[in-house]
């Protein structure tokens, strides 16, 4: 630990507070934790102290597993109450070990709003399962809400060194793997919430379960289609040993997944946008994206109705109400422009999963590995 953390941990020892009878002062930020005679209170500069102490002793999780700020803010708590307990040398001590403890695994399990022709079915770094029981026995007994999650369920395990770190990664993963399943079932929306709707006298209820659709380019046997395939084993590996265009293609299946899952325009215009970007602008272009991105996104699938020229024209406005949305706050209302332009990137992003696929006819065989290749005659 460096020599500034040690004088700011005894900085934060002596003006931290505990007692029985504390009580923050109105209007004023603290963070109280316990009660009784050891509960702590930390307020002022002290509170800046903890919140700057948590900051500059967290690592990231997703890049290094490593304890967030909020699991680090936990740990400086305790660590208050075990220096004015034992003293700062062996809190100190216990702080360093705990900073240093090796990641563990972490299983998550959640529900997932698609369905599935398998029983069992493996996408990424994620197992989807009809039942629990199927890979878990027992498991499903000792936790009698597992019914609430839902069917199917989808599961992971991370390696993380607490509980908020390794949340936060299996929110990634399952992130990583949905944007992936969401391709393989033709979304167009993302499931709706439950809700009720009133309409003169009648009223209707709707558990948004009808939303959901089924997980194809898989087979009978569990084994994903060509180039999906591909993709689910990208998934699986660290992002640095992903090639160039597998990061592409997973980086432009979140950036889909979430243009079609606000219903606001100009998220879905932006978001559309950037899944294009991902996929069509050379390193050398991005200073100028608007012409690539019209002219090869073209190139790739056309919407009906319209000839090049007209989407090529229509891609260009597109790109201009992403960037008055992005950055001057201006807002395009028009959904209709919005899901033409989600339809399109769908038909791009099929178009890219296809070039993962080894036996997609490029030349002497092999996946594109990058945008190059993808863009090279073949």
Request: glycine share 8%; with cysteine; aromatic share 10%.
């Given at each position: 630990m460096e020599p500034a953390d040690l004088a700011d941990l005894h900085d934060l020892v002596i003006s931290a507070e505990i007692g029985v009878e504390l009580e923050p002062q109105a209007n004023t930020l603290y963070r109280m934790v316990g009660i009784g005679p050891n509960s702590l209170l930390v307020r002022g500069p002290a509170l800046d102290l903890h919140n700057a102490l948590s900051l500059r002793l967290a690592q990231s999780a997703l890049g290094a597993s490593g304890h967030v700020p909020q699991?680090?803010?936990?740990?400086?708590?305790?660590?208050?109450r075990r220096a004015n307990a034992t003293g700062e040398v062996k809190a100190i001590a216990w702080l360093e070990a705990e900073l240093i403890?090796?990641?563990?695994?972490?299983?998550?399990?959640?529900?997932?709003k698609f369905h599935t022709p398998l029983d069992c079915l493996t996408v990424g770094k994620c197992s989807i399962v009809r039942k629990l029981d199927d890979i878990a026995p027992g498991l499903p007994g000792a936790f009698p809400m597992i019914s609430e999650l839902g069917n199917p369920l989808i599961l992971t395990t991370v390696r993380a060194r607490d509980h908020f770190s390794a949340r936060l990664l299996a929110r990634e993963t399952f992130a990583e793997t949905e944007a992936l399943l969401t391709l393989m079932a033709g979304w167009n929306n993302l499931p709706d919430n439950p809700h009720l709707e009133f309409h003169g006298t009648?009223?209707?209820?709707?558990t948004g379960a009808s939303a959901r659709a089924l997980i194809q380019a898989v087979d009978s046997i569990g084994q994903l289609w060509p180039g999906y395939l591909e993709a689910s084993d990208a998934l699986a590996r660290f992002p640095t040993l992903r090639t160039d265009w597998e990061k592409r293609t997973l980086a432009a299946s979140r950036w889909?997944?979430?243009?079609?899952?606000?219903?606001?325009?100009?998220?879905s215009i932006a978001a559309s946008m950037s899944a294009l970007e991902c996929l069509l602008v050379k390193p050398t272009e991005r200073n100028k994206k608007r012409d690539p991105i019209a002219k090869r996104a073209t190139d790739v699938g056309r919407?009906?109705?319209?000839?090049?020229?007209?989407?090529?024209?229509?891609?260009?406005?597109?790109?201009?109400?992403?960037?008055?949305?992005?950055?001057?706050?201006e807002f395009h209302q028009d959904?209709?422009?919005?899901?033409?332009?989600?339809?399109?990137?769908?038909?791009?992003?099929?178009?890219?999963?296809?070039?993962?696929?080894?036996?997609?006819?490029?030349?002497?065989?092999?996946?594109?590995?990058?945008?190059?290749?993808?863009l090279a005659a073949h």
């Open positions: 699991s680090v803010a936990n740990l400086l708590d305790e660590f208050i403890t090796p990641p563990q695994n972490w299983t998550f399990v959640q529900g997932l009648s009223q209707r209820y709707s889909f997944r979430v243009a079609i899952g606000t219903s606001w325009p100009s998220q919407l009906r109705g319209k000839t090049q020229a007209e989407q090529v024209a229509w891609l260009n406005t597109m790109y201009g109400y992403r960037n008055d949305a992005v950055h001057a706050g959904e209709i422009d919005a899901q033409a332009l989600m339809a399109l990137t769908r038909s791009v992003m099929h178009w890219a999963i296809h070039h993962l696929d080894p036996l997609h006819g490029k030349q002497g065989g092999g996946q594109c590995l990058s945008l190059t290749d993808v």
